[in-house]
């Protein structure tokens, strides 16, 4: 009964994420290959302020 409820919370979550992604990809003229391209470099920055900060 807990995963059930917890499977339709993610669901909605996931649902609510991708609203908001398309939204923010009307809003900028980006497309999906631009954003993955976004995440990637967003990554790569956190990992080494994570890095210079941690080690």
């Known amino acids: 009964m807990i995963f059930v ?9 996931i649902k609510w994420h991708k609203k908001q992604l398309d ?14 391209w976004i995440s990637y470099i967003k990554g790569i920055i ?7 900060y941690l080690f």
Do not use: H, P, W
Not at 28 to 34: D, E, I, K, S, W
Not at 46 to 52: A, K, N, Q, R, W
């Open 5 to 13: 409820k917890f499977e339709v919370k993610f669901l909605i979550m």
């Open 23 to 36: 939204k923010i990809m009307k809003k900028f003229g980006l497309n999906t290959y631009q954003i993955a």
């Open 46 to 52: 956190i990992t080494v302020i994570l890095y210079e």
